[in-house]
């Protein structure tokens, strides 16, 4: 059983009816489940459940595996496909989907089916994708709605349904309201920072100590600040498409055009698309500007040791774990 996002809410439950069902009436008797739930289905690397079963399979462990349809069991290209059902096969597993029937490999034309299929599903996947990257940067152009996938820190996102532009269907639109209590924090770090004897270790050891908890939860680290306090959103700035993402495709930021990618290609700094101060804004405009120019001058300031010392890299830092030098 699998879904993609958290959208297709009732997406497992119809696919474990319908395979209950299917069960039932073909005398099937299910031994164990396996469930892949918010993951796309060609992220087979993060597919844990996916990956422990077509292990068992290849080792003779399981002996049939049912599906609702093919794209549920994974949208990879059929290069992909033979990488995880050959050795299973071969292992005497037999594999059926309720829409697609038994997967076959003893003729010619079962393995030319079976391709067809496979990347029939796939390239929807890459179709997908084109559509999305071109949404997206019609929607930065525009400066319409909260352009990040996650909401920053001193934030919460208000999602609607609205009338897309063609008047014909309705979509999905982000909105970025302050969250007045974290946005206190979110000042009270600029504030800390900003001050003559201000550090990026020391403002995390001050949040550490009041316990406050860090975005993802958990405690404060010098990175999560360093990316807070550049941060152009707190200044009401709109920024989007700051690198090249995306597994099939991506925005040229030149040109804005969407581009193809491979999925081996690694993100890699582009020209991002920005409004400046239309966004909800936390921090003002003087703050802002200091906090940047001491952010250049401090890193300027420091020098790293020429030598190694005996114990760098064996101590941490208590607070944020960090290596102390």
Request: glycine share 8%; with cysteine.
């Amino acid at each position: 059983i699998r879904m993609s996002t958290a959208k297709q809410d009732t997406s497992p439950e119809r696919q474990r009816r319908e395979i209950n069902k299917y069960c039932k009436e073909h005398g099937y008797v299910i031994d164990r489940e396996f469930s892949d739930l918010g993951i796309s289905g060609d992220r087979t690397e993060k597919r844990k459940d996916f990956l422990e079963m077509m292990r068992l399979a290849a080792a003779g462990q399981i002996k049939h595996i049912l599906a609702y349809d093919n794209s549920r069991l994974g949208r990879f290209n059929s290069l992909e496909m033979g990488k995880y059902y050959s050795p299973a096969i071969d292992a005497g597993c037999v594999i059926e989907t309720i829409a697609d029937g038994f997967y076959k490999t003893d003729e010619s034309i079962d393995r030319i089916k079976n391709v067809f299929v496979q990347e029939t599903s796939h390239e929807k996947l890459v179709t997908m994708s084109r559509d999305v990257v071109s949404g997206l940067t019609r929607a930065a152009k525009a400066g319409v709605g909260y352009p990040g996938m996650q909401t920053p820190f001193g934030y919460h996102r208000k999602v609607d349904r609205v009338r897309a532009a063609d008047g014909k269907r309705n979509k999905w639109a982000a909105e970025l309201i302050i969250d007045e209590d974290k946005a206190r924090t979110v000042r009270w770090i600029f504030k800390e920072y900003n001050k003559l004897d201000g550090s990026i270790r020391g403002v995390v050891g001050k949040l550490n100590a009041k316990g406050i908890p860090a975005p993802r939860g958990g405690k404060w680290r010098s990175t999560t600040l360093q990316v807070i306090l550049r941060n152009r959103l707190y200044r009401g700035d709109y920024v989007w498409g700051k690198k090249q993402w995306g597994k099939y495709h991506s925005r040229d930021g030149e040109s804005n055009n969407v581009i193809k990618r491979r999925k081996s290609d690694k993100n890699t700094k582009t020209q991002p698309i920005i409004h400046e101060g239309i966004m909800p804004r936390i921090i003002d405009e003087d703050t802002w500007q200091t906090t940047q120019r001491l952010l250049e001058e401090r890193k300027r300031s420091y020098t790293p040791p020429k030598n190694i010392k005996p114990l760098s890299g064996i101590l941490f830092c208590s607070d944020c774990g960090q290596k102390m030098r």
